[in-house]
């Protein structure tokens, strides 16, 4: 790939390019030109323009032609092996940018194919249907509504889970060693750019949440901190977790408030060399400098965009980043156009650290590592069948897990007596029919219960403020 051709106009950066139900990708665009002038006179791609007349004469059926070229396309793109490197048709490409761009009806997660398999390439957005349900990145999709997806092309899968909002879609979802099966109703999904507040303990501690970042993300960070001052903050927490990424220039932007001029925030390159950098300046944060005493959180979902954020506070300004390590995803995709409004996203360069790090398959590592109690991470609880004393289940085993963390004294893999005691107590405690099984209503209370519980707990929020009142 030569640089010229390389347009500027939009860089995004984000966990996966393929995905299509929500999120984003680092994507740099070009011009649909560069597509119209190829053709496929090169002697080396004979076989592809000879074998498109031989099916065209003589296979024995009719052939739509755009479905050959679609598939070409698509057959070109996966023979790299790389899950950030996709083509979209038109319908993909529109419904992608839609959801970069604006709110959109689905369940709010995204989608990449691994071994021929949909898989969730990141955190869900935050609020959305599938946070909701419990979904994580890296889960499998077996099934939806009942039809297995093994081997089927992502964008149908996609369009399978996508649907009107108030409509429900049924999946089977494998995780690690375990598969369950969840309902999400599908909503409008807002892509909320961040939202702040005073500490509640700490009055003088500005906490910042940024789930992605998108078009306006650097102004709506600007006025957060301007807005923040104004009530009293004298330091800033800012919360990166289950960050997916966003645009490039947001980015660089927003990172540029807390560096010095002429620090770098982030190195460009290909497989041997320094390609590009790009450094704080005036020019990029029009002046306006966050000075103020600063942590970042960051967990394994945070990606890209987040990743790039993160290592250029703590490697050019000495930021302490407390969380754990980040997903691990340094490439950088440019995003070109056909002149039928389809793209192909492809992987053109790597982005390094400030210090020349490539964080790819590693992540970010904290200053400051800490996690989420072990709670946090259980699988969700079944909603479409009821659970009672006798069963013996995964879905057992994990609700004596919750029912733990709540402070009910339950344990093995069985739903026993002490598992069915300690449901009752709950359904009481928080008036439900006290029936002692588990059905949809306990099971979506129960779950609520220890996310609440992790949200007031939260060692890693605790430590960042730790942080900045030592």
């Known amino acids: 790939m030569k640089n010229k051709k390389i347009s500027f106009g939009k860089y995004i950066v984000s966990l996966v390019l393929v995905a299509l139900i929500s999120g984003g990708l680092v994507y740099w665009v070009t011009s649909s030109e560069f597509?119209?002038?190829?053709?496929?006179?090169?002697?080396?791609?004979?076989?592809?323009?000879?074998?498109y007349?031989?099916?065209?004469?003589?296979?024995?059926?009719?052939?739509?032609?755009?479905?050959?070229?679609?598939?070409?396309?698509?057959?070109?793109?996966?023979?790299?092996?790389?899950?950030?490197?996709?083509?979209?048709?038109?319908?993909?490409?529109?419904?992608?940018?839609?959801?970069?761009?604006?709110?959109?009806?689905?369940?709010?997660?995204?989608?990449?194919?691994?071994?021929?398999?949909?898989?969730?390439?990141?955190?869900?957005?935050?609020?959305?249907?599938?946070?909701?349900?419990?979904?994580?990145?890296?889960?499998?999709?077996?099934?939806?509504?009942?039809?297995?997806?093994?081997?089927?092309?992502?964008?149908?899968?996609?369009?399978?889970?996508?649907?009107?909002?108030?409509?429900?879609?049924?999946?089977?979802?494998?995780?690690?060693?375990?598969?369950?099966?969840?309902?999400?109703?599908?909503?409008?999904?807002?892509?909320?750019s961040l939202k702040y507040e005073l500490d509640e303990d700490h009055q003088a501690i500005g906490s910042i949440e940024i789930a992605?970042?998108?078009?306006?993300?650097?102004?709506?960070?600007?006025?957060?901190?301007?807005?923040?001052?104004?009530?009293?903050?004298?330091?800033?927490?800012?919360?990166?977790?289950?960050?997916?990424?966003?645009?490039?220039?947001?980015?660089?932007?927003?990172?540029?408030?807390?560096?010095?001029?002429?620090?770098?925030?982030?190195?460009?390159?290909?497989?041997?060399?320094?390609?590009?950098?790009s450094k704080a300046s005036e020019k990029l944060d029009g002046g306006f400098k966050v000075k103020e005493p600063?942590?970042?959180?960051?967990?394994?979902?945070?990606?890209?965009?987040?990743?790039i954020f993160a290592a250029a506070l703590k490697e050019s300004a000495d930021v302490p980043i407390v969380g754990t390590h980040t997903f691990g995803k340094g490439t950088v995709q440019s995003v070109s156009d056909f002149s039928d409004n389809s793209e192909v996203k492809m992987t053109v360069q790597k982005w390094l650290t400030p210090k020349g790090e490539w964080i790819n398959e590693k992540g970010v590592e904290p200053t400051t590592e800490v996690d989420l109690p072990d709670y946090a991470y259980l699988p969700p609880l079944p909603k479409d069948e009821e659970?009672?004393?006798?069963?013996?289940?995964?879905?057992?085993?994990?609700?004596?897990?919750?029912?733990?963390?709540?402070g009910y004294e339950t344990k093995g893999d069985q739903f026993n007596d002490e598992t069915e005691q300690a449901v009752k107590d709950f359904q009481e405690n928080n008036e439900i029919e006290p029936t002692g099984s588990l059905n949809e209503e306990t099971s979506s209370a129960i779950e609520q219960a220890v996310v609440e519980k992790v949200q007031e707990s939260d060692p890693m929020y605790q430590k960042a403020i730790e942080e900045l009142t030592k």
Do not use: C, W
């Open 294 to 307: 600063t942590t970042v959180l960051v967990d394994k979902d945070s990606a890209s965009a987040s990743e």
């Open 53 to 192: 007349d031989d099916i065209q004469e003589n296979y024995y059926e009719d052939v739509d032609d755009d479905q050959l070229i679609e598939g070409a396309l698509e057959g070109m793109t996966d023979a790299l092996g790389d899950p950030y490197t996709s083509y979209l048709g038109e319908k993909e490409a529109e419904e992608f940018n839609d959801s970069l761009s604006g709110d959109f009806e689905g369940i709010g997660a995204t989608l990449t194919l691994i071994d021929d398999l949909p898989e969730v390439s990141e955190a869900p957005v935050k609020d959305s249907p599938a946070e909701k349900a419990g979904l994580r990145a890296n889960d499998k999709i077996l099934e939806v509504d009942g039809e297995k997806t093994q081997g089927k092309d992502l964008s149908s899968v996609v369009q399978t889970i996508r649907g009107k909002k108030g409509s429900t879609v049924k999946l089977a979802v494998e995780r690690e060693d375990e598969t369950f099966e969840v309902d999400i109703k599908r909503d409008t999904i807002p892509l909320k």
């Open 35 to 51: 597509f119209q002038a190829s053709s496929f006179s090169r002697n080396d791609l004979y076989k592809v323009h000879a074998l």
């Open 387 to 406: 659970l009672e004393k006798g069963d013996q289940s995964d879905d057992s085993k994990n609700l004596n897990k919750f029912l733990q963390a709540l």
């Open 212 to 277: 992605s970042f998108n078009e306006n993300t650097a102004q709506e960070l600007r006025d957060a901190i301007k807005d923040l001052r104004e009530q009293g903050a004298e330091s800033f927490v800012i919360d990166l977790r289950q960050n997916p990424g966003g645009y490039l220039d947001q980015v660089e932007e927003m990172a540029s408030m807390f560096l010095k001029d002429g620090k770098t925030i982030v190195q460009f390159g290909t497989d041997d060399e320094i390609t590009g950098e």
